[in-house]
């Protein structure tokens, strides 16, 4: 046990930041689970294919993306017992050897002050969707496809009762009495998609946009879920307004909009 615990206070531990993006459709998500492909688990396959044999490492993510789930900008934090890394000759080796749909943007050194978990930040998820008729395969990792008539204008006014300060209770899927299901969504709109564009993309598609420091589970798919059903018309606005008023009505969302148009889009830290 003495041994032991000089050990521990021997052993030199250092501390990075890697910027990626990665695209989520063939992943379960970003956990590592056994026997499923998730992003961390090909992440860590790589880091210890690219750092010596023994060296001991161990990753945590800025959040755990669904399934299909994909991210423009995230985070993640390397602990390295040990050794220090060479960040020039690590990092073209790192990506290098990542799978195609996975890539590092950047990697710098932090310390052990940092806590990617606790750290105050904004996160911006966006949704990318089209209506009408059957999309190009293609598009099928982006965004979703709504056969039906929506009513946008609608759906864009209903997207602006998310912002402020909310109990989200009705948006926090699988919730308990222990899962802190207030909030504040800083920015949330829904506009026509001039951002992202693809020769195979329909001639018109839609983007929503929603910032804040954090989101319970399915926020944000539940949130689209919403506007969608309001925008086929089964559901009016004032049913919007009371899921926003937790107090008074219970009402619990079961239509959670497909994962594939999600994505993270920005982490800023604070």
Partial sequence: MEFLFLWEMMRKRFYYLIEIQYLGFRYHGWQKQPEVNTIQRMLERTLKYVLDDGVKFKTLSVGRTDAMVSARQSYVELFVDTISLDLEEFFPLLNINLPPDIRAL?????????????????????????????????????????????NIPLMQQAAKLFEGAHDYWSYAHRSNEKTITEGVITHCSLEINEQYK???????????????????????????????????????????KRTLQPQEYRIKLEHIAQASGLFLNKVTFQ
């Fill in 198 to 240: 693809a020769n195979f993309f329909p001639e018109k598609t839609y983007i929503l946009t929603v910032k804040g420091a954090g989101f319970k589970r399915n926020q944000i798919r539940l949130m689209m879920g919403v506007l969608f059903d309001l925008g086929k018309g089964e559901i009016d606005l004032d049913f919007v």
């Fill in 106 to 150: 950047s990697i710098k050194e932090t310390t052990k002050d940092f806590n990617i978990i606790q750290h105050p930040k904004v996160k911006e998820y966006q949704y990318l969707f089209a209506v009408g008729d059957k999309f190009h395969p293609f598009c099928a990792p982006f965004m979703v496809n709504i056969q039906e008539e929506l």
